[in-house]
C-alpha cells in the first residue's frame, strides 16, 4: 500500500518535472480505476451536483469510492453508516474545494444511496471519467489511516495554451518566493491556492500585458 502511495507521487513529480506529460499522468492515474474493474471491484460513482443542490455550486467534480472487499454490487454499508462521511481526510476534501462547509452535507451526500450508481465496467468508467473537470479516487475500509486520496484531473487543453504555460510558471514562482517565509503559501490548501493565484495574476498582467487573462481566470480551477 505504501509503496503504491510512494510510486503514486513519484508519477505525479515526473510530470510536475516534465519528464512524463500531462496525458501520460492522465493515462497512468486512469489506470489506477481501470485496475479495479479489473480485479472486479465495483466502484461507486457520484458528483458535486448532488452536494446540498441550491446551496453549494458545482464545480464538475467527480467521486469514486470502492472498497477493494466489495465485488458484488450491494448497499455499501460502510457510506451508509456514515463512516466516510465522518473521516477527516474526506472532510479537509471538500473544505479544500468549496471552502468550510456543513459536515451536514457531506453525510447526506454519502449517506443517500440515490446519491450513488454501482459501475463494474471500462466502458461506464470511461464514460464518467470523461464528465467531470476533477476526480477524486477514495478508497475506505472503516480504518481512516487506510483511506487512500487519489486525484485524477481531467487536464484542460488550456494548461498547453501560452496563457496556461505562462500562468503556471507565475503561480509556481509566487509558492517558490514565498518558502521559508512565516506565510509561506501551501498549494494543497484551497485558501493559499486562491491567494497564489491572485498574486500570479497580478505579475503577469504587469509582465505580459498582451495575454488573454479573461481566460485565464475561466481556467482557474485547471492550476488547482
Do not use: C
Not at 475506505?140 to 505562462?166: A, C, I, M, Q, R
Not at 485558501?191 to 475561466?218: G, M, N, V, W
Request: proline share 3%; no cysteine; hydrophobic share 35%.
Amino acid at each position: 500500500m505504501k509503496k503504491q502511495t510512494l510510486n503514486e507521487e513519484f508519477k505525479r513529480m515526473q510530470k510536475l518535472a516534465g519528464i512524463i506529460t500531462e496525458s501520460e499522468y492522465k493515462k497512468l492515474t486512469e489506470n489506477q480505476a481501470s485496475d479495479l474493474i479489473n480485479d472486479g471491484v465495483v466502484l461507486y460513482v457520484s458528483d458535486d451536483s448532488k452536494l446540498a443542490p441550491g446551496f453549494i455550486k458545482s464545480k464538475n467534480i467527480g467521486f469514486i469510492v470502492y472498497d477493494t472487499s466489495v465485488k458484488i454490487i450491494q448497499s455499501p454499508l460502510w457510506m451508509l453508516t456514515g463512516t466516510l462521511a465522518k473521516n477527516q481526510k474526506v472532510a479537509q476534501i471538500f473544505n479544500d474545494n468549496y471552502g468550510v462547509i456543513d459536515p451536514n452535507y457531506i453525510s447526506k451526500l454519502f449517506t443517500s444511496p440515490n446519491n450513488w450508481k454501482a459501475i463494474t465496467n471500462k466502458d461506464e468508467l470511461n464514460d464518467f471519467m470523461s464528465k467531470y473537470s476533477k476526480i477524486y479516487l477514495i478508497n475506505h475500509n472503516g480504518d481512516s489511516s487506510e483511506l487512500k486520496e487519489s486525484l485524477n484531473e481531467v487536464f484542460n487543453p488550456f494548461l498547453d495554451t501560452e496563457e496556461g504555460g505562462y500562468m503556471r510558471a507565475y503561480i509556481d514562482d509566487v509558492v517558490e518566493d514565498n518558502m521559508g517565509e512565516p506565510e509561506s503559501l501551501d498549494l494543497e490548501y484551497r485558501s493559499d491556492f486562491d491567494i497564489a493565484f491572485d498574486l500570479a495574476l497580478t505579475k503577469l498582467k504587469k509582465d505580459q500585458p498582451e495575454l488573454d487573462f479573461e481566460a485565464i481566470k475561466a481556467n482557474k480551477e485547471s492550476f488547482f
